[in-house]
């Protein structure tokens, strides 16, 4: 148990994985533990957390059972389950929970407060008592109540030998509350309920503003699996049909696909031709025409025509189920990162506790009575409290993301910013990023009585470039013109009668490299040609990267030819054709450098690459997978919000290391003056609360830093 176990190289082909969920990590402390005990449990390989998504994954022998591997992770000290045993809503219901708990604070701070105030202003006798009693009835149910999140973390620390920074915390809230009831009982001069409550109410405005930032992980693995087809109708070998869950299809099924699904598994066609969007799984927009022989994959859709497609790679083997492995993977290694404000946790417990300690005794040496030297020590428990130190991050991020809320870019993840600020390189995609990834008709060569016909046969069509035809003509504010006899012929196209003139919205009779489609009205005929335009301002963002600092390249899975003409235009460097694989290996390969590289990408194919990179930033168009493996997410048709993203996260840590100077000059002049006994515990609560004030006011000068 001293040192990681050995398993040969022959064995690790043979290690599973299994991921669990651990609610109870806090800090840096708590990461560098499950790391580095879990491998030295035997048939434990390796051990990876996501300290975002409070999810432990495991490498380890197949004979270890579920129920070991948690005992492995609670002999540590933390509570765990099954990652598939916890609920979607487990995230929702614990900010949930928070919220509650700091609003059962602030109002009892508040009660408490106002009674308070009276002996301040020198009630005495009877009264100075009842209200002591008052105090004491409202504070001790919102303490019991309020105080859960800390007292339950600091006991599972303890009962497993070890602490944390909720231990001092929840110290100081129980030893002020006990002595305050029996300064109370016993008719003393001094009651500080108000501290306790004070103290607990801006520790979880701080927990709570951090858990309101924080993405879930987990909901893009299952919104990216989720694009998959439900079910699909499978052909038995005596011709009837039936309809199959996608999870009981096995390879050798045929599978009956029409027009509009989406594939339940990857596949071979063997009977029909059609054209499949694979936007989802390439980012390429262009429809892939597919025959007998070719290769299909389980999320996308058929457009044109019915096929039969017999089953090869089904549930968790599909294409679709290895892309959703590979961002959790790289989510994974991601989770190595540590937060500036958790990396002052690792000594925060100890030196406090040990603080505390030396002025009990010290006092108690001195002569001054154990009354005495417990409220010294209280003191010193509740001035070091890391309040301005737990909002220093959370204050300045929520902040910070309101501010780029306006800018059109919405951040998912408070830890985005700090890793925003350290990107040293950009990596775009180009379908979808670039450009606005959906197929722009070019209208000039229809008038006026083209455009009401085109609108009718296209609203009629749910293939991408009528929908794209649909959307440009409403735009222009034209009407449908009223059609009669429409029908949709798999793989032709729309036909229809506008009065007695036949007309139809047809496949073409010439073949391009560029998506067209042909308008007929009678015996008249016009093309209308798509393209997916490039984002207006390209060249700015790309000139306001470069001022902060970042190269940028493109990296798409798109044809070489068409990446290259893009970059030319732009002057960068670029490589096509890229698998999500490829594009993983090249992000994975720059953090081998040592560079923190930035991904901006759209497409499912982007989902490994958004993951693995330092950071990532999505488009609002991009798919569910994606923007669920994104930072952050940008809105319309422009592209700043990248830079503007990166200038405001450099922003938010310079205002963060500020808010950092703020915290520790307050324990620097105010942790003398309570070891020195010259604070009570109302007066530590006073100051802590002064300081957290002032951190938050730092904080709001972010407002500004996007202009």
Excluded at 297 to 315: D, F, L, Q
Excluded at 333 to 352: E, F, G, N, W
Excluded at 440 to 463: C, E, V, Y
Aim: charged fraction near 20%; charge should be neutral; hydrophobic fraction near 50%.
């Amino acid at each position: 148990m001293n040192a990681p176990h050995a398993f040969p190289e022959a064995d690790r082909g043979k290690l599973v994985d299994s991921r669990f969920t651990v609610p109870g990590m806090r800090c840096a402390g708590c990461i560098a533990k499950l790391e580095r005990e879990l491998p030295k449990v035997e048939g434990i390989a390796e051990a990876r957390v996501n300290f975002s998504a409070k999810r432990v994954a495991l490498r380890h022998d197949p004979g270890l059972t579920g129920e070991q591997l948690i005992e492995a992770i609670e002999a540590l000290g933390f509570e765990a389950q099954r990652l598939e045993d916890n609920p979607l809503g487990q995230d929702d219901a614990d900010r949930r929970m928070l919220l509650r708990a700091t609003a059962v604070a602030g109002f009892g701070m508040m009660n408490v407060m106002l009674l308070s105030v009276s002996v301040w202003s020198g009630a005495g006798g009877v009264t100075k008592q009842l209200f002591h009693w008052l105090s004491a009835i409202i504070a001790i149910p919102v303490i019991a109540y309020s105080g859960r999140p800390f007292f339950a973390s600091a006991w599972m620390a303890l009962r497993h030998g070890r602490t944390n920074m909720d231990v001092p915390i929840s110290i100081g809230v129980l030893l002020a509350t006990a002595l305050s009831f029996y300064e109370t009982a016993t008719g003393g001069v001094h009651a500080y309920f108000d501290s306790a409550v004070m103290l607990l109410f801006f520790l979880l405005c701080g927990r709570a503003l951090d858990a309101m930032m924080r993405g879930r992980t987990r909901a893009g693995i299952d919104s990216l699996l989720g694009r998959m087809g439900k079910s699909a109708t499978v052909l038995a070998a005596d011709g009837s049909t039936s309809r199959v869950a996608a999870e009981d299809i096995r390879p050798g099924m045929v599978m009956l696909v029409a027009a509009g699904e989406a594939l339940a598994a990857d596949g071979e066609v063997i009977d029909g031709s059609s054209a499949i969007d694979n936007s989802m799984l390439t980012g390429e927009s262009r429809l892939e025409p597919v025959a007998p022989g070719a290769q299909v994959h389980a999320g996308t859709i058929n457009v044109m025509a019915p096929i039969r497609v017999r089953a090869t790679e089904v549930a968790s083997d599909t294409r679709i189920a290895e892309i959703a492995r590979l961002m959790d993977e790289a989510g994974q290694s991601r989770s190595r990162y540590v937060r500036i404000a958790d990396r002052a946790s690792r000594t925060y417990a100890p030196a406090v506790h040990t603080l505390a300690l030396l002025a009990f005794v010290g006092w108690m040496l001195a002569g001054v009575g154990w009354h005495q030297s417990l409220l010294i020590a209280i003191a010193v428990l509740i001035i070091t409290c890391p309040c301005a130190l737990g909002l220093a991050v959370p204050a300045a991020q929520v902040v910070a993301s309101n501010t780029l809320i306006k800018q059109g870019l919405l951040v998912k993840d408070g830890t985005a910013l700090e890793r925003l600020a350290e990107v040293d390189c950009v990596r775009f995609d180009k379908t979808g990023t670039l450009t606005l990834g959906e197929p722009r008709p070019d209208l000039s060569g229809l008038d006026n009585t083209a455009k009401p016909i085109a609108l009718g046969l296209a609203q009629h069509s749910r293939h991408p470039l009528s929908k794209g035809l649909a959307k440009a003509l409403l735009a222009q504010g034209v009407l449908p013109a009223p059609l009669t006899d429409v029908t949709e012929r798999p793989g032709e196209g729309i036909f229809a009668l506008s009065g007695t003139t036949p007309v139809a919205l047809a496949r073409p009779s010439e073949t391009s490299e560029h998506p067209m489609s042909e308008l007929r009205i009678g015996e008249k005929r016009q093309l209308i040609h798509y393209a997916d335009p490039l984002r207006e301002d390209i060249a700015e963002t790309l000139h306001e990267l470069e001022a902060l600092g970042l190269e940028s390249e493109l990296l798409s899975g798109d044809r070489k030819d068409a990446v290259e003409a893009v970059a030319k235009k732009f002057g960068l460097a670029s490589a096509g054709s890229l698998s999500p694989a490829d594009k993983l290996d090249l992000l994975n390969g720059l953090k081998a450098q040592g560079c923190h590289p930035l991904m901006v990408g759209d497409g499912l194919n982007d989902g490994p690459a958004l993951a693995a990179a330092h950071a990532a930033i999505a488009p609002g168009t991009a798919s569910d997978a994606s923007q669920q493996a994104a930072d952050a997410v940008f809105i319309g048709e422009r592209l700043i919000p990248v830079a503007k993203a990166v200038q405001v996260a450099k922003a938010t840590m310079r205002i963060v290391r500020q808010n950092f100077v703020l915290a520790i000059g307050y324990n620097v002049l105010a942790v003398p003056l309570a070891l020195a006994g010259l604070v009570t515990p109302l007066i530590a609560a006073i100051a802590m609360s002064i300081s957290s004030v002032i951190v938050v006011g730092n904080s709001l000068r972010l407002a500004g830093a996007a202009k």
